[in-house]
């Protein structure tokens, strides 16, 4: 008998990984919020790296659109309909990438981190741009705003990602 191509098991974890993304990312107090978007969580990004590095860059991604779905619906801050698509679905879909690096878990969490900012980047050059100070490029500007808080999540992520692989947590109940 063939298994089954979607998993009950790995969508029940999508969801469980989508909510408690949520909640340490959206409903508790970030560690600084930055005033038009973007901000320090308290390891917001961790259960969907750890989803992606245990399930693989497809289910991850998939994790990370909904969840980027879910932010939108849940109060995100929208101007355009590119600029949603950018700073919601791809943005953390992208983290999905981290599933491409299991055997190197550090690169799998900047792959993610790194593919975030380069969706919040092309957000902020095209439409936060009027935001940059007027001696001030708009490139330059992104890169710094987008640059500046998500080094603070790649940090906070890296560590919480590393002391769950070498706990062994990866592999739990697969």
Same mark, same amino acid.
């Given at each position: 008998?063939?298994?089954?191509?979607?998993?009950?098991? +790995?969508?029940?974890?999508?969801?469980? /990984?989508?909510?408690?993304?949520?909640?340490?990312?959206?409903?508790?107090?970030?560690?600084?919020?930055?005033?038009?978007?973007?901000?320090?969580?308290?390891?917001?990004?961790?259960?969907? $790296?750890? %989803?992606?590095?245990?399930?693989? &860059?497809?289910?991850?991604?998939?994790?990370?659109? +909904?969840?980027?779905?879910?932010?939108?619906?849940?109060?995100?801050?929208? +101007?355009?309909? *590119?600029?949603?698509?950018?700073?919601?679905?791809?943005?953390?879909?992208? $983290?999905?990438?981290?599933?491409? !690096?299991?055997?190197?878990? @550090?690169?799998?969490?900047?792959?993610?981190? $790194?593919?975030? %900012?380069? %969706?919040? !980047? @092309?957000?902020?050059?095209? %439409?936060?741009?009027?935001?940059? &100070?007027?001696?001030?490029?708009? +490139?330059?500007?992104?890169?710094?705003?987008?640059?500046?808080?998500? @080094?603070?999540?790649?940090?906070?992520?890296? $560590? *919480?990602?590393?002391?769950? /692989?070498?706990?062994?947590?990866?592999?739990?109940? @697969?």
């Amino acid at each position: 008998m063939n298994k089954p191509v979607v998993s009950t098991k +790995i969508i029940t974890e999508a969801v469980d /990984v989508i909510a408690l993304t949520f909640v340490l990312k959206d409903l508790l107090p970030p560690i600084f919020q930055l005033p038009y978007g973007g901000s320090l969580t308290i390891a917001g990004m961790v259960p969907l $790296i750890w %989803f992606a590095l245990r399930r693989g &860059p497809g289910w991850g991604t998939f994790a990370g659109l +909904i969840y980027g779905l879910v932010h939108i619906a849940m109060g995100g801050y929208v +101007i355009d309909p *590119v600029q949603a698509l950018l700073d919601y679905p791809l943005a953390f879909g992208v $983290i999905g990438a981290a599933g491409f !690096f299991r055997k190197y878990h @550090l690169a799998g969490v900047a792959s993610g981190v $790194i593919g975030r %900012f380069f %969706f919040h !980047f @092309l957000s902020g050059v095209w %439409f936060f741009s009027a935001y940059a &100070p007027a001696e001030m490029s708009p +490139i330059l500007y992104s890169a710094l705003y987008n640059g500046g808080y998500l @080094l603070g999540e790649f940090l906070i992520s890296a $560590i *919480v990602i590393d002391i769950i /692989v070498r706990r062994g947590l990866l592999d739990l109940y @697969l």
